[in-house]
């Protein structure tokens, strides 16, 4: 089957012909250029192609999900009979469906192909920049790549939906040594429609990196107080991650969820507000496609303070019956403040710039803990050095209510834009 739609639309009737009630399948084509720099030097341009079918089908309310990597018509039945074996020895469960009929649509997104000359001239310019401007640092590993993805989704509802995306990730690795003294590992990342920009000025690369030489003098803090924290754009991600966990299908059905009575209610201090953009034009690295077989929308989470979606696939909100979330989650933009990032910083008494964020899975309390990596200490309105690792500590629920301050500074690393975020009432620990 040369055709990948004929592949999809294969799997759908296997699943049929199996036995199965209800079906679907989505099938996953990438294909990754990639151009790596390995200790100061380009030392490899590879491509690799991966393939992945999913497929998944429900007899009697019980569902059974198989994934292989072939695409032969001989796998792709042997896989449609193992998934009604999966099906038949599984739980019923009313909640299980598939997507209901939907208009066919095909989504499209980014270049086609990479050049790969212009990778390697980008590549190179960025490897001289760091050499001229950084000589303290050293390149650990750094990849540059284009990655194509053609995904279609299928199912016996008569759904067909499918999309094509190009984008180019960058990579760096790296950390900095000055005689015996050496910084903490870091790293950044970044998406990209096209290579129209030095590497160097995309997301916030030059500032990491600037920041990992001054890391070498970092210092270390002694004691604890409870202050607040300056969360970066490359550590705000993580957080609303944790948020939205808390949005998701596990906890909500479980109902230990801290936020599952919230819906419409104030969750957060009203400057903030959180949006999922699958769709905005702003981004290289979105989705079109749901994991649950919808066209995806934006949609809003936290609009000024106040709860306005759960993240829950269409089992989810079969389970609770709650409203099925527009998306898959991801793609965050955090709407900007008032406050320049100066009078941000200015306004702590004491407290942490959270560069980088170490920690485990919060409670089902929402408290959190973890390492503060990369980071510097604040007082008195100013930061004052760069410390070396300490723990912060508090409770998700907390954070959000004290939060104290957005910048009208935003950072857009091509799958997420985001600001800096002042949060009050953490706890700091030092040695």
Do not use: H
């Not at 020895?89 to 598939?98: G, K, V």
């Amino acid at each position: 089957m040369k055709d990948r739609a004929d592949v999809a639309a294969f799997s759908l009737e296997a699943l049929k012909k199996a036995g199965l009630e209800k079906s679907e399948c989505t099938l996953r084509y990438a294909r990754r250029d990639e151009l790596n720099l390995d200790s100061g030097e380009i030392s490899l341009l590879r491509t690799t192609d991966d393939v992945s079918l999913a497929m998944t089908g429900i007899v009697n309310d019980s569902e059974g999900s198989i994934s292989i990597n072939k695409t032969d018509r001989e796998s792709i039945s042997d896989a449609a009979a193992r998934t009604l074996e999966m099906a038949v020895s599984s739980e019923p469960d009313a909640a299980n469906d598939i997507s209901p009929n939907q208009p066919v649509r095909e989504f499209e997104k980014g270049p086609e192909a990479p050049d790969l000359d212009l990778m390697y001239e980008r590549m190179r310019g960025f490897l001289e920049f760091t050499r001229e401007k950084y000589p303290s640092l050293i390149l650990e590993q750094v990849i540059l790549d284009f990655t194509r993805v053609s995904k279609y989704y299928m199912n016996s509802n008569g759904v067909d939906l499918r999309s094509r995306r190009g984008w180019y990730s960058f990579t760096p690795m790296f950390t900095s040594k000055e005689g015996r003294e050496t910084s903490s590992f870091n790293y950044a990342g970044v998406s990209m429609s096209d290579l129209a920009e030095d590497l160097r000025k995309c997301g916030t690369i030059d500032t990491l990196m600037s920041q990992s030489t001054e890391q070498v003098r970092s210092m270390e803090f002694s004691g604890k107080f409870m202050g607040d924290i300056i969360i970066t754009p490359d550590c705000l991600d993580d957080f609303i991650q944790l948020t939205c966990m808390y949005l998701s299908d596990y906890p909500m059905i479980k109902g230990t969820s801290i936020f599952r009575d919230s819906l419409d209610s104030r969750i957060a201090d009203p400057c903030l507000t959180i949006r999922c953009m699958p769709l905005s034009e702003k981004m290289a690295s979105t989705y079109f496609l749901t994991d649950d077989g919808f066209a995806a929308e934006n949609s809003t989470i936290i609009e000024k303070g106040i709860l306005k979606s759960f993240l829950l696939s269409l089992y989810g909100s079969n389970k609770t019956g709650k409203a099925r979330a527009l998306n898959s989650g991801g793609a965050f933009v955090v709407e900007p403040g008032e406050q320049s990032l100066e009078d941000i910083v200015s306004s702590v008494k004491r407290g942490v710039m959270l560069c980088r964020f170490s920690g485990g899975m919060p409670s089902e309390g929402g408290d959190f803990s973890g390492v503060a990596k990369n980071s510097y200490y604040i007082e008195d309105g100013r930061i004052r050095y760069p410390v070396k690792e300490i723990m912060i500590s508090g409770n998700i629920r907390s954070l959000l209510m004290n939060i104290r301050g957005v910048s009208r500074e935003s950072v857009n690393f091509g799958y997420s834009i985001l600001p800096w975020v002042r949060a009050g009432e953490v706890a700091v620990f030092g040695k």
